[in-house]
T-cell receptor, first 110, second 119 residues
Framework: RKEVEQDPGPFNVPEGATVAFNCTYS??????FFWYRQDCRKEPKLLMSVYSSGNEDGRFTAQLNRASQYISLLIRDSKLSDSATYLC???????????FGTGTRLQVFP | GAGVSQTPSNKVTEKGKYVELRCDPISGHTALYWYRQSLGQGPEFLIY????????DSGLPNDRFFAVRPEGSVSTLKIQRTERGDSAVYLC?????????????????FGPGTRLTVL
């Protein structure tokens, strides 16, 4: 079983749609949680950190459920520029290495 | 300011050859990481430096892979006797303090990567 699992997609949605991505992680000792965004043939970039209390950044909302070992990302009012791969990332206690899921590909069409 | 830079951007080599990939982190960042990303996969951790020392090399796949950071800044990832399965994008990232700085995980900033193709 992979340490971080995501549905690879692709998710094809029209502009203005709301789309949600989910991710599960296997290590209950996971400490920090993030969503990274990766454009085609580019490097990953931090989109947002994820907290148990939930956090919002504009059209993006992230949520962590430690009991279920589940992380989500909600994108409202999708834009064409949101088309990218969204990577779910965790770290373990006492280590800084990022553990990535395979990524979920989003394609927003006009 | 300048971000993380990596050279070369592309490297094509033949099976069995030796390659070196270079990473220049953001100035002042003490922590440096190497990851490898195969097609359709997320990046996989290889090695992490805190200063000059390798704090965690648990991700290096075998002894053909080696990395150094002699002066605590630039790092070189070295691959001996390359195999076709080594073909991937090699990503470098740096962060301000890393775990040694306490207070949780710093943001890691990634370079554009080196695309390695082994023929």
């Amino acid at each position: 079983r992979k340490e971080v699992e995501q549905d690879p997609g692709p998710f094809n949605v029209p502009e203005g749609a709301t789309v949600a991505f989910n991710c599960t992680y296997s290590n209950s000792a996971s400490q920090s949680f993030f969503w990274y965004r990766q454009d085609c043939r580019k490097e990953p970039k931090l989109l947002m950190s994820v907290y148990s209390s939930g956090n919002e950044d504009g059209r993006f909302t992230a949520q962590l459920n430690r009991a279920s070992q589940y992380i989500s990302l909600l994108i409202r009012d999708s834009k064409l520029s949101d088309s990218a791969t969204y990577l779910c990332v965790v770290t373990w206690r006492d280590t800084d290495k990022l553990i990535f899921g395979t990524g979920t590909r989003l394609q927003v069409f006009p | 300011g300048a971000g993380v830079s990596q050279t070369p951007s592309n490297k094509v080599t033949e099976k069995g050859k030796y390659v070196e990939l270079r990473c220049d982190p953001i100035s002042g960042h003490t922590a440096l990481y190497w990851y490898r990303q195969s097609l359709g996969q997320g990046p996989e951790f290889l090695i992490y430096f805190q200063g000059t020392g390798a704090a965690d090399d648990s991700g290096l796949p075998n002894d053909r892979f080696f990395a150094v950071r002699p002066e605590g800044s630039v790092s070189t990832l070295k691959i001996q006797r390359t195999e076709r399965g080594d073909s991937a994008v090699y990503l470098c990232a740096s962060s301000l303090k890393g775990l040694a700085g306490g207070a949780g995980t710093d943001t890691q900033y990634f370079g554009p990567g080196t695309r390695l193709t082994v023929l």
